[in-house]
């Protein structure tokens, strides 16, 4: 036979083992270039800049896609 534990393991235990399973809040800092809220160390969605530096031509991208990017559909672009 296996081994079984001799007591159950108090609610208090539980809990402080499950003390680091808590959610973090997403950070976000300010773009460079225009000043609007982005995720760290990724591009702007914005303005396309990362580091100072143009990356993603925004306005060719919006017009291949025939429109402005769909932020809210659920998937965040960032």
Do not use: F, W
């Not at 460079?32 to 990362?50: D, F, N, S």
């Amino acid at each position: 036979m296996t081994p079984l534990p001799k007591r159950k393991h108090s609610k208090g235990r539980r809990n402080r083992r499950r003390a680091h399973y808590n959610l973090k809040p997403t950070t976000l800092e300010v773009c460079g270039q225009c000043k609007e809220l982005k995720l760290p160390h990724r591009v702007c969605p914005t303005c396309g800049t990362y580091n100072g530096r143009q990356v993603i031509d925004v306005q060719t991208r919006e017009e291949r896609k025939g429109g402005k990017p769909n932020v809210s559909a659920g998937r965040s672009p960032l």
